[in-house]
């Protein structure tokens, strides 16, 4: 089965400092992987997604992420963070053993910035 | 493009009553997924469609939620009876090519309160 784990469940960080939210995942093959970000009542919006071409993927507002298969992991970074960039960050796998396109969510990151 | 339509955006219920929600895909998307996303967690799939027809309803609670899509396109999930563990917020995606393009596009969900 796959499955996605983010490793912190809140992250503080000053404005204008770096961003990191890691995600490690589990799949028998070779995955999809996206991050979403959810701003509070909103709907949920793709940064970006990793589907077996780079393996840097580069994603809007400034975000990338790193695919490493030795790893299992997809952690998401930011040079620099806004005070826009608080918000609810999820790690996503879509179930390929299934084909049917079904996306796994983790628990999803908390991004504080503080000013 | 218009985005994904859900409505209401908000609902508080009494446990035991009955509820519905209605969804308005992206024009020409023939996959329609149904998430549930309780607070602190990331969403769980509930149900996903192609075109009119389930793929996949085995996370889907059928003793009390139901779910159509008429004509393959607007889709309602219905509630009844309600109980207070229903309290979440229900996400309504849709892809023009399932698990393919790896593209969903998400409303900004309905809101239940189940008191």
């Known amino acids: 089965a796959q499955s996605v784990t983010q490793l912190d469940s809140h992250v503080s960080v000053s404005e204008g400092t770096p961003v990191l939210l890691r995600c490690n995942y589990s799949s028998s093959y070779s995955p999809s992987l996206f991050w979403y970000v959810q701003h509070p009542n909103k709907g949920l919006q793709l940064l970006l997604k990793y589907t077996s071409a780079a393996t840097l993927v580069k994603g809007i507002n400034g975000f990338e992420a790193e695919f490493k298969k030795s790893e299992t992991s997809f952690h998401l970074t930011k040079p620099s963070a806004h005070m826009s960039d608080a918000a609810e960050y999820f790690c996503?796998?879509?179930?390929?053993?299934?084909?049917?396109?079904?996306?796994?969510f983790g628990q999803g990151t908390t991004l504080q910035v503080k000013p | 493009e218009a985005g994904v339509a859900q409505s209401p955006r908000y609902k508080i219920i009494e446990k035991r009553q009955s509820v519905a929600f209605w969804c308005n895909p992206i024009?020409?998307?023939?996959?329609l997924y149904w998430y549930q996303q309780i607070l602190g967690q990331g969403p769980k799939l509930l149900i996903q469609f192609q075109n009119n027809g389930v793929v996949d309803d085995s996370q889907l609670p059928k003793d009390r939620f139901s779910a159509e899509r008429l004509k393959g396109v607007d889709s309602t999930l219905k509630i009844q009876p309600a109980k207070l563990e229903d309290s979440a917020v229900y996400l309504c995606a849709s892809s023009n090519n399932r698990g393919k393009d790896y593209g969903y596009t998400f409303g900004s969900g309905t809101r239940l309160t189940v008191v």
């Open positions: 996503v796998v879509s179930d390929r053993a299934s084909n049917t396109g079904k996306l796994i």
């Open positions: 024009s020409g998307h023939a996959t």
